[in-house]
């Protein structure tokens, strides 16, 4: 069997687009003081029983992670180390959820809090502070 030289090639099917890498970039990170500073400064946050989130603005495409966590909340290294993987987790399975733009320094409330509340709490709490600070009013529940 020949093939013929001059016949035009078939295109290969179409491949599915893959998702976005759910990963933690290092652009993602913020570890300049002068932010954390002016976030707190600013005191633009919201919070709940798990977590306290203070925002900034910081004009890139992307939304930015800071966390801060005290000794006088979590007592032990290990306790301050689990809490700050969980939410740089939470973070990372949630960048679409996220709003873009903001520069968002997380400081936990609950220091058992688990993976679930983490979870459920960082996009809802970044998205009513994006509310907040772009002055648009939350949905009314009827």
């Known amino acids: 069997m020949t093939t013929d030289p001059t016949a035009t090639p078939t295109p290969p099917a179409a491949l599915p687009t893959p998702a976005p890498r759910a990963t933690f970039r290092p652009h993602e990170r913020i570890k300049d ?9 600013r005191r633009r946050w919201e919070s709940d029983a798990t977590l306290t989130i203070y925002g900034i603005e910081n004009g890139l495409e992307h939304a930015r992670l800071g966390l801060s966590v005290s000794k006088k909340k979590v007592k ?9 993987r969980l939410i740089r987790e939470a ?52």
Do not use: W, Y
């Open 76 to 84: 032990t290294a290990a306790g301050r180390n689990r809490i700050k």
């Open 91 to 142: 973070f990372r399975l949630s960048k679409l959820e996220l709003p873009i733009g903001l520069d968002l320094i997380v400081v936990p409330k609950n220091p058992r809090a688990d993976f679930a509340a983490i979870h459920r709490s960082l996009p809802n709490l970044a998205q009513a502070l994006e509310r907040r600070m772009r002055g648009r009013r939350p949905p009314r529940n009827p």
């Open 33 to 41: 003081p002068s932010v954390f500073r002016r976030a707190f400064e």
